[in-house]
């Protein structure tokens, strides 16, 4: 009973390069998501996915990117990392949008020099 | 402002304490109500889910929902060193999840 799959748990990058962040869940979940934690700002969300083949932005989309590879897997890019982007990033799932509760992986922290 | 309020402590209480940690929301529209609990360096864990007004129990753990009041409210019974965390709260009105920004508990042997 893996749930949600986070890779890798840790990453430090240099300005300027790109990296993806992995995700996968073995609970047959329709919707995805991705957030980042920081000090004193709590959980924001980034980009989800309510179901396969389609994404929308959330609250803090500027700077990444995101891939519903398929029912199980949703990608986070980073194009050009910013030290801004130095975080605990989270990926969870949901049966559906709103009313279910999401089920998160162990994250992945990151940090940009 | 957020549209879930939740004071981050940090809340520090003796062992075998009663613990009670609070949010505020302000869109009426919230019907769904959840408590998650967070380990240092781990994800959050969904502890408590809970639909429109009035209390759930499991175990240890109570969480009530006043809507009149906008109150959320999470009682933690017999309190345990294992129960030191991170609590988050969050609702819905069955669109987005609106997560608070988190209570820290640390309960001392």
């Known amino acids: 009973n893996a749930g949600v799959t986070q890779t890798p748990k840790f990453q430090v990058l240099k300005t300027g390069q790109s990296m993806t962040l992995q995700c996968a869940q073995d609970?047959?979940?329709?919707?995805m998501y991705w957030y980042r934690q920081d000090p004193g700002m709590g959980l924001r969300l980034i980009y989800y996915?309510?179901?396969?083949?389609?994404?929308d932005k959330g609250e803090v989309p500027n700077g990444y990117n995101v891939s519903r590879l398929n029912k199980r897997e949703f990608s986070l890019r980073l194009e050009s990392a910013a030290p801004s982007q130095t975080s605990v990033y989270f990926c969870?799932?949901?049966?559906?949008?709103?009313?279910?509760?999401?089920?998160f992986g162990d994250g992945t922290r990151l940090s940009i020099l | 402002q957020k549209e879930v309020e939740q004071d981050p402590g940090p809340l520090s209480v003796p062992e075998g304490a009663i613990v009670s940690l609070n949010c505020t929301y302000s869109n009426s529209a919230f019907q769904y109500f959840m408590w998650y609990r967070q380990y240092s360096r781990k994800g959050p864990e969904l502890l408590m889910y809970t639909y429109s007004s009035g209390n759930k129990e499991d175990g240890r753990f109570t969480a009530q929902v006043d809507k009149s009041s906008k109150y959320i409210s999470l009682f933690i019974r017999d309190s345990q060193p294992s129960d030191s965390a991170t609590y988050l709260c969050?609702?819905?009105?069955?669109?987005?999840?609106?997560f608070g920004k988190g209570t820290s508990l640390l309960v001392t042997p």
């Open positions: 996915s309510a179901s396969e083949g389609t994404t």
């Open positions: 969050a609702a819905s009105s069955g669109y987005a999840l609106n």
């Open positions: 969870a799932s949901s049966d559906f949008r709103g009313n279910q509760p999401q089920h």
């Open positions: 609970m047959n979940h329709n919707s």
